[in-house]
């Protein structure tokens, strides 16, 4: 064995994140790049690439565009990963008048600029 190798052989990887998974699958999912799912949530290619790594876990705006983006029961995965549950969202909309697929989640321009 190698000396670089004996160095590392006992190295533990982290375990990659859940949500690391999911944000990948969603990207291929919706057929996008690493810049497409950025420019989609407002944060670079880069930023992306930290993400489906698990190096960096998204800020709750970025969660919530990314629950935005999917459209179907992951939404409620990654808007719960911004701090949302979907009991206390339920709870204080009015009575839905249209497909919860339709529904989406807006954060103001002074929030972003509060908690970015």
């Known amino acids: 064995m190698a000396l670089w190798q004996a160095k590392y052989a006992n190295r533990k990887i982290p375990p990659h994140?859940?949500?690391?998974?999911a944000i990948r699958d969603l990207r291929?999912?919706?057929?996008?790049?690493?810049?497409?799912?950025?420019?989609n949530t407002g944060f670079s290619a880069m930023t992306v690439s930290r993400w489906e790594r698990g190096a960096q876990e998204p800020p709750s705006q970025g969660y919530i565009g990314l629950g935005n983006l999917s459209r179907n029961a992951n939404s409620w995965y990654f808007w719960e990963g911004a701090g949302l549950r979907s009991e206390d969202v339920m709870r204080v909309l009015p009575t839905l008048?249209?497909?919860?697929?339709?529904?989406?989640?807006?954060?103001?321009?002074?929030?972003?600029?509060?908690?970015g």
Do not use: M, N, T, Y
Not at 28 to 39: D, E, I, T
């Open 17 to 21: 994140p859940a949500w690391a998974k």
């Open 28 to 39: 291929l999912h919706l057929k996008l790049s690493q810049a497409g799912l950025g420019a």
């Open 97 to 115: 008048h249209f497909p919860l697929r339709d529904f989406e989640i807006v954060i103001p321009d002074s929030f972003e600029e509060a908690h």
